[in-house]
């Protein structure tokens, strides 16, 4: 059984997060100082306690009082990070005559094809009374064309335009990139085009940044000199220094098929590459406790100059200081060190940044090394094999089975597919990652002499062809991926508390957690019905929002038909960002049946004449810019709305000559000056009007 009083950092920890997630979920605006008061009268009465009452009975009231002090200091620690709370941040700035607006690169840019994205941390703006100090960070995007001098990190650059506060997602279930920048402390964003911003100086720069990003630019250079190049090169990059800005969309989607895109990103896995290596190295230091020390020390070092190299992105510095923790939970030598080491690293990265909670790169990291730490033994003592080769495969495929067990329910909830083949692809990813993580850090590490770092960059260049080979293999396979598996969180939490059961189940016999697992198994499966049930039950029309397109949806049960332009139809990034999970949640194909605007639609469920669609004894006409040419009614017609849809003229009375209506509706392939007009109109006719830009998504239930 998992005693928490073993574990001191998991009682720690669990609370805390806790309280960030409180504060996170409910939007409490509870005064900083009455938090501050909790935390401090907590401390005082564990004092107490400690010093003046140290009877054993009373030891629920020492736990009670420390976990309400550290939910307190969760939702404390959060509340610091809200903006509102700063008088000088730039989003409580209401001065609408600013001129210009003063700031520096905070981040190395990313530079694309065509534009470059900027991190900027605002230092001042400037208006007609003068310069005042502000905080705050925007994300930029400029136009690389006509750039003699493309910014670098640390610079001060000046621009005019007034960032925007980032908008929210417009259609339901769609990614929510404004929350996402929010838990990185960016509110706003600017795009800039050439002239509205210029270079003016440097300003400060962390020394271990520089080092790091030039480092990272001329590890880049090594390998490409040393004949790593194209699909190669990019993914060498991506396992060697976390660096997967070119990585082809094509190559990401194969690796996320296979199950191995664990791979790719520069985590635990790799940083426990370069510790098991340089331990195994240093062992000779582990026969006395003062070299033992000197062993930590060198291992220490060794594993921060790796996350140096990669960049100091947050998945190594989060893989650097779990693996940093275990290092010395280890020299320690405590028992259970390292689910407390681990419970240590987290609890130290919600001390820095509570945030980081909520990210899904932590709670995968987290989930996975817990997974392989509480599972792996258990499922590996299930089968004994005599052959060696036998059993190093099935130790493999054990540690592959804990860790996917454990982070299933975050996949399932966050991407809504499973990897079938996450076996076998782990069966060669594994062993080689290995190969091409020591063997790609020889070339590093050699580069400055001669031959050899050639020998390496080539048999590098073979193993990461090798591998993209299998991966690309294992993709096409039959079902090698189920799509559009939604899950709740709710539903999630279930599958993580049965996984929990199960791990006692395999450690403690099933006389005390068969019948709790049993009912946890039965929560999850009614959830997941009645839910099913609600799907196919459900009717409903949706107008979506997506820039410069027009998109119905009329889904019936778990079917769905789809109005949509011709450029939609193959574009299959905005149906992926935009629509897909809440295809998923809905529990629909992600391949609708398409139809156009010029179809004519003859379904048992939708009925398409002209620019007219019934649906659900609800009808909704289409009104383009040429729709007079298009549409001539013997009479007005009755419909319940009226969708405008491209650039069309704003002409009220002209479309109310056509029509009688309930509701008008913009979508995004309209212009937001045209739209403008179209409400203006809208209000001066007193017609009742519905702005997908403004509001979001129009979905209308039967």
């Given at each position: 059984?998992?005693?928490?009083?073993?574990?001191?950092?998991v009682?720690?920890?669990?609370?805390?997060?806790?309280?960030?997630w409180?504060?996170?979920?409910?939007?409490?605006?509870?005064?900083?100082?009455?938090?501050?008061?909790?935390?401090?009268?907590?401390?005082?009465?564990l004092?107490?306690?400690?010093?003046?009452?140290?009877?054993?009975?009373?030891?629920?009231?020492?736990?009670?009082?420390?976990?309400?002090?550290?939910?307190?200091?969760?939702?404390?620690?959060?509340?610091?990070?809200?903006?509102?709370?700063?008088p000088?941040?730039?989003i409580?700035?209401?001065?609408?005559?600013?001129?210009?607006?003063?700031?520096?690169?905070?981040?190395?840019?990313?530079?694309?094809?065509?534009?470059?994205?900027?991190?900027?941390?605002?230092?001042?703006?400037?208006?007609?009374?003068?310069?005042?100090?502000?905080?705050?960070?925007?994300?930029?995007?400029?136009?690389?064309?006509?750039?003699?001098?493309?910014?670098?990190?640390?610079?001060?650059?000046?621009?005019?335009?007034?960032?925007?506060?980032?908008?929210?997602?417009?259609?339901?279930?769609q990614?929510?990139?404004?929350?996402?920048?929010?838990?990185?402390?960016?509110?706003?964003?600017?795009?800039?085009?050439?002239?509205?911003?210029?270079?003016?100086?440097?300003?400060?720069?962390?020394?271990l940044?520089?080092?790091a990003?030039?480092m990272?630019d001329?590890?880049?250079?090594?390998?490409?000199?040393?004949?790593?190049?194209?699909?190669?090169?990019?993914?060498?990059?991506?396992?060697?220094?976390?660096?997967?800005?070119?990585?082809?969309?094509?190559?990401?989607?194969?690796?996320?098929?296979?199950?191995?895109m664990?791979?790719?990103?520069?985590?635990?896995?790799?940083?426990?590459?370069?510790?098991?290596?340089?331990?195994?190295?240093?062992?000779?230091?582990?026969?006395?406790?003062?070299?033992?020390?000197?062993k930590?020390?060198?291992?220490?070092?060794?594993?921060?100059?790796?996350?140096?190299?990669?960049?100091?992105?947050?998945?190594?510095?989060?893989?650097?200081?779990?693996?940093?923790?275990v290092?010395f939970?280890?020299?320690?030598?405590?028992?259970?060190?390292?689910?407390?080491?681990?419970?240590?690293?987290?609890?130290?990265?919600?001390?820095?940044?509570?945030?980081?909670?909520?990210?899904?790169?932590?709670?995968l990291?987290?989930?996975?090394?817990?997974?392989?730490?509480?599972l792996?033994?258990p499922?590996?003592?299930?089968?004994?094999?005599?052959?060696?080769?036998?059993?190093?495969?099935?130790?493999?495929?054990?540690?592959?089975?804990?860790?996917?067990?454990?982070?299933?329910?975050?996949?399932?909830?966050?991407?809504?597919?499973?990897?079938?083949?996450?076996?076998?692809?782990?069966?060669?990813?594994?062993?080689?990652?290995?190969?091409?993580?020591?063997?790609?850090?020889?070339l590093?590490?050699t580069s400055?002499?001669?031959?050899?770092?050639?020998?390496?960059?080539?048999?590098?260049?073979?193993?990461?062809?090798?591998?993209?080979?299998?991966?690309?293999?294992?993709?096409?396979l039959?079902?090698?991926?189920?799509?559009?598996?939604?899950?709740?969180?709710?539903?999630?939490?279930?599958?993580?508390v049965?996984?929990?059961?199960?791990?006692?189940?395999?450690?403690?016999?099933?006389?005390?957690?068969?019948?709790?697992?049993?009912?946890?198994?039965?929560?999850?499966?009614?959830?997941?019905?009645?839910?099913?049930?609600?799907?196919?039950?459900?009717?409903?029309?949706?107008?979506?929002?997506?820039?410069?397109?027009?998109?119905?949806?009329?889904?019936?049960?778990?079917?769905?038909?789809?109005?949509?332009?011709?450029?939609?139809?193959?574009?299959e990034?905005?149906?992926?960002?935009?629509l897909?999970?809440?295809?998923?949640?809905?529990?629909?194909?992600?391949?609708?049946?398409?139809?156009?605007?010029?179809?004519?639609?003859?379904h048992?469920?939708?009925?398409k004449?002209?620019?007219?669609?019934?649906?659900?004894?609800?009808t909704?006409?289409?009104?383009?810019?040429?729709?007079?040419?298009?549409?001539?009614?013997p009479k007005?017609?009755?419909?319940?709305y009226?969708?405008?849809?491209?650039?069309?003229?704003?002409?009220?009375?002209?479309?109310?000559?056509?029509y009688?209506?309930?509701?008008?509706?913009?979508?995004?392939?309209?212009?937001?000056?045209?739209?403008?007009?179209?409400?203006?109109?809208?209000?001066?006719?007193?017609?009742?009007?519905?702005d997908?830009?403004?509001s979001?998504?129009l979905?209308?239930?039967?």
């Open positions: 059984m998992i005693y928490l009083h073993k574990y001191p950092f009682r720690l920890v669990i609370p805390y997060g806790t309280g960030i409180i504060a996170n979920k409910f939007q409490t605006d509870v005064p900083w100082m009455v938090l501050f008061a909790v935390v401090l009268a907590g401390m005082l009465s004092f107490a306690i400690a010093f003046w009452f140290r009877s054993y009975s009373l030891r629920w009231v020492y736990g009670f009082l420390l976990s309400v002090m550290l939910i307190a200091a969760g939702m404390m620690n959060i509340q610091s990070y809200n903006p509102q709370y700063k000088d941040h730039f409580n700035d209401s001065t609408s005559s600013t001129h210009y607006f003063v700031a520096r690169i905070a981040e190395n840019p990313e530079r694309k094809e065509r534009t470059t994205k900027l991190l900027l941390e605002l230092q001042a703006i400037a208006d007609s009374s003068g310069m005042k100090a502000v905080e705050g960070m925007v994300l930029a995007y400029v136009n690389n064309e006509n750039q003699t001098a493309l910014p670098s990190y640390g610079d001060i650059i000046v621009f005019s335009k007034r960032p925007d506060t980032t908008a929210s997602p417009l259609n339901p279930a990614f929510d990139f404004a929350s996402f920048l929010a838990r990185k402390g960016i509110f706003h964003q600017v795009f800039l085009k050439d002239g509205e911003w210029h270079i003016t100086g440097k300003g400060y720069t962390n020394p940044y520089i080092v990003y030039l990272r001329h590890l880049l250079e090594v390998m490409k000199a040393n004949g790593l190049e194209g699909d190669v090169l990019y993914v060498a990059s991506a396992i060697l220094l976390g660096y997967d800005d070119h990585l082809p969309p094509y190559l990401r989607k194969g690796y996320t098929a296979a199950g191995g664990h791979v790719l990103c520069v985590s635990g896995l790799h940083v426990g590459v370069i510790f098991l290596i340089f331990s195994f190295m240093l062992k000779f230091l582990d026969s006395r406790k003062k070299t033992r020390y000197i930590t020390i060198f291992l220490f070092v060794i594993i921060w100059f790796y996350a140096l190299l990669t960049g100091l992105s947050p998945s190594v510095q989060r893989a650097a200081i779990m693996i940093s923790f290092l939970g280890q020299l320690l030598m405590r028992k259970g060190y390292l689910i407390n080491s681990l419970s240590a690293s987290a609890f130290l990265l919600l001390c820095i940044d509570p945030y980081t909670l909520f990210h899904i790169g932590f709670q990291s987290y989930g996975a090394v817990l997974g392989i730490v509480l792996q033994k499922v590996y003592n299930l089968f004994y094999f005599k052959n060696k080769i036998a059993n190093t495969i099935w130790e493999i495929t054990t540690v592959a089975i804990a860790a996917q067990a454990v982070t299933t329910p975050f996949v399932l909830h966050y991407f809504h597919q499973f990897p079938t083949y996450f076996m076998l692809s782990n069966l060669f990813l594994v062993p080689l990652s290995f190969v091409i993580i020591v063997s790609g850090m020889g590093l590490l400055f002499l001669p031959f050899l770092p050639w020998v390496f960059g080539k048999f590098t260049s073979a193993m990461i062809f090798i591998m993209n080979y299998l991966i690309l293999w294992i993709e096409q039959p079902y090698a991926v189920f799509r559009e598996l939604y899950i709740t969180r709710t539903e999630s939490l279930i599958l993580i049965s996984l929990i059961l199960i791990i006692q189940l395999f450690n403690h016999g099933i006389r005390n957690y068969l019948l709790p697992l049993f009912i946890t198994l039965l929560l999850f499966f009614s959830s997941v019905t009645f839910r099913n049930v609600q799907q196919f039950q459900q009717a409903k029309m949706v107008v979506y929002g997506l820039n410069r397109y027009t998109a119905i949806d009329f889904i019936y049960g778990k079917e769905h038909i789809m109005l949509a332009d011709s450029n939609l139809m193959k574009d990034f905005a149906l992926g960002f935009n897909e999970k809440y295809w998923s949640q809905s529990g629909i194909s992600s391949k609708p049946l398409w139809f156009g605007k010029d179809d004519i639609l003859n048992s469920h939708i009925k004449e002209g620019r007219v669609i019934s649906f659900n004894g609800k909704i006409a289409l009104w383009e810019k040429d729709s007079r040419k298009k549409i001539v009614p007005k017609l009755k419909v319940d009226v969708l405008i849809t491209g650039n069309v003229p704003e002409r009220m009375q002209e479309l109310l000559l056509y009688e209506f309930d509701q008008l509706v913009l979508d995004l392939s309209l212009p937001v000056w045209n739209a403008e007009k179209w409400k203006a109109e809208a209000s001066a006719s007193n017609v009742n009007l519905y997908i830009r403004q979001g998504a979905i209308v239930n039967f």
